[in-house]
């Protein structure tokens, strides 16, 4: 692990009130394109996720696990990215870029919570697949509305408790030397190149909450699409076999682009973290993949493509 030696020793810090987002201060006269393209595509998610929760609830042939599903993914992207893209846009149009200790350390908090229920409500999909194409005929039996409501619940709670401990721990440590936080929100990475003495017990940490959060799903998503794959292969018809692939590849899709940058994010080693990489990764999990995830819900899926060319007509006649 890194030395921390640079800093005051432990009992010479001060403690810091508040840190200063960099984010994209070094290219000054790109603020105003970058706000302009940050707040496109948020705009782009806020309406994609909305039109997809509104088709699922009032088209009844997206009544279905699936959808239910889907519908509590998309309302979780409007919330994951609605946790940084609004202070990244406040920053990129003032000149103070300060944020206090307590706000950091809600945003990195939400953050973490937001993105474990996506790895899990990623998961659970990805079951509903499983069961849809591996158990058809019990599958009515299994995927029952009271199933579904306790899975969805289950993904909404379980990161809350274990990321209200971890966040505490992170700034428990003692922050001493430069208060800048060389990124566009507080993620793990940069707040704990600003902490003094020995962090190594909290990089362990970071790699084991990694592992239970983005690796084990992942590893899951990946027996079941194994799964998926073998049994689609063996159906009789060329038209059932393109049915079950319709259905499964956007979500395929998605969990490849998500856990992919997530993954390489937080368990690479640490002696190839670079600031640029650092972020350019994180946008690209925490902003760009959630704009592409209802563009590609909304084009690789028949049903959807359905449900919308009924709804949108209504929509603007009204």
């Given amino acids: 692990m890194e030395s921390k030696g640079q800093y005051p020793p432990r009992g010479n810090h001060t403690t810091l009130m508040d840190f200063i987002l960099l984010g994209f201060s070094d290219v000054p006269d790109l603020q105003e394109f970058l706000f302009g393209v940050f707040l496109i595509i948020y705009v782009i998610i806020l309406m994609g996720n ?190 059932g076999r393109a049915k079950a692939f319709s259905t499964c590849s956007s979500h395929l899709v998605v969990v490849t682009l998500f856990f992919g940058s997530g993954i390489i994010s937080y368990l690479r080693p640490k002696s190839s973290h670079s600031t640029g990489m650092d972020k350019f990764l994180s946008l690209f999990y925490s902003i760009v993949t959630p704009m592409f995830n209802p563009i590609i819900y909304c084009l690789r899926n028949k049903d959807v493509l359905v449900a919308l060319k009924k709804f949108l007509p209504k929509w603007i006649v009204i």
């Avoid at 206090?100 to 079951?127: D, H, K, N, R, W």
Wanted: glycine fraction near 4%; include cysteine.
């Fill in 50 to 239: 909305s039109l997809i929760i509104i088709i699922t609830q009032i088209d009844p042939s997206l009544r279905t696990p699936m959808y239910f599903f889907l519908g509590n993914f998309s309302s979780l992207e409007i919330c994951y990215v609605s946790v940084t893209v609004p202070r990244l846009l406040t920053d990129l149009c003032r000149q103070s870029r300060s944020i206090s200790f307590l706000a950091c350390a809600t945003q990195m908090y939400f953050f973490l919570v937001f993105g474990a229920t996506e790895c899990f409500i990623l998961t659970a999909m990805a079951y509903d697949r499983y069961v849809a194409i591996c158990n058809p005929l019990l599958y009515p039996l299994i995927m029952n509305s009271r199933l579904c409501i306790q899975l969805a619940a289950g993904c909404w709670i379980t990161g809350i408790p274990v990321h209200i401990g971890f966040t505490y721990l992170i700034f428990s440590l003692p922050f001493c030397g430069s208060n800048q936080l060389n990124h566009f929100f507080c993620d793990i990475p940069p707040i704990l190149k600003l902490a003094c003495g020995d962090t190594f017990t909290i990089e362990i940490l970071v790699y084991t909450v990694a592992v239970l959060v983005v690796t084990i799903p992942f590893m899951l998503i990946l027996g079941s699409y194994v799964k998926i794959i073998s049994t689609i292969l063996k159906l009789p018809s060329a038209a």
